[in-house]
């Protein structure tokens, strides 16, 4: 069982029921309408329910392409998916309102990034972050 969960949040398996989707919206990017943009990243799994009652939506960051990635990978290195995992959680523990990092995977393969942008791309670790929320709507899903 503890496989079969790793295997989910590596991205490599759906368990029954899951209803994985990435959700498209639009909204302003740098102060224009950019039109039609999208989870090109994220993958939402399904939703679980907490120990609490409450209803929580599970999002694989950086698990691959997605109908919205516009032409990028939809993967995430192991170096900006450590520095989520860690804000998440010192936010949450500020008690500011976020989502919070449930798991954070390395998926043994290597990402091609171009860490400072200077034209000399390398291959850095890949990784995906499980993210946990009540819900990933945001306002440029109604936008």
Same mark, same amino acid.
């Given at each position: 069982?503890?496989?079969?969960?790793?295997?989910?949040?590596?991205?490599?398996?759906?368990?029954?029921?899951? #209803? *994985?989707?990435?959700?498209?919206? @639009? %909204?302003? #990017?740098?102060?224009?309408?950019?039109?039609?943009? !999208? /989870? @090109?990243?994220?993958?939402?799994? !399904?939703?679980? #329910? /907490?120990?609490?009652?409450?209803?929580?939506?599970?999002?694989?960051?950086?698990? !691959?392409?997605?109908?919205?990635?516009?032409?990028? /990978? @939809?993967?995430?290195?192991?170096?900006?998916?450590?520095?989520?995992?860690?804000?998440?959680?010192?936010?949450?523990?500020? %008690?500011? *309102?976020?989502?919070?990092?449930?798991?954070?995977?390395?998926? !043994?393969?290597?990402?091609?990034?171009?860490?400072?942008? /200077?034209?000399? *791309?390398?291959?850095? *670790? %890949?990784?995906?972050?499980?993210?946990?929320?009540?819900?990933?709507?945001?306002?440029?899903?109604?936008?």
């Amino acid at each position: 069982e503890s496989r079969q969960f790793t295997n989910v949040f590596a991205g490599n398996e759906i368990l029954k029921g899951m #209803q *994985p989707h990435a959700m498209c919206y @639009g %909204g302003h #990017q740098f102060g224009n309408w950019a039109g039609q943009l !999208g /989870d @090109g990243r994220a993958i939402n799994l !399904g939703e679980v #329910q /907490d120990i609490h009652g409450q209803l929580q939506m599970l999002q694989l960051k950086g698990a !691959g392409e997605t109908p919205y990635s516009r032409s990028a /990978d @939809g993967l995430a290195v192991l170096r900006s998916s450590v520095r989520e995992f860690l804000c998440s959680e010192a936010m949450f523990h500020l %008690g500011i *309102p976020t989502t919070r990092a449930l798991s954070l995977v390395t998926t !043994g393969e290597g990402v091609v990034r171009d860490m400072f942008y /200077d034209g000399r *791309p390398q291959t850095e *670790p %890949g990784a995906i972050v499980c993210r946990v929320a009540p819900s990933f709507l945001r306002i440029g899903n109604y936008e």
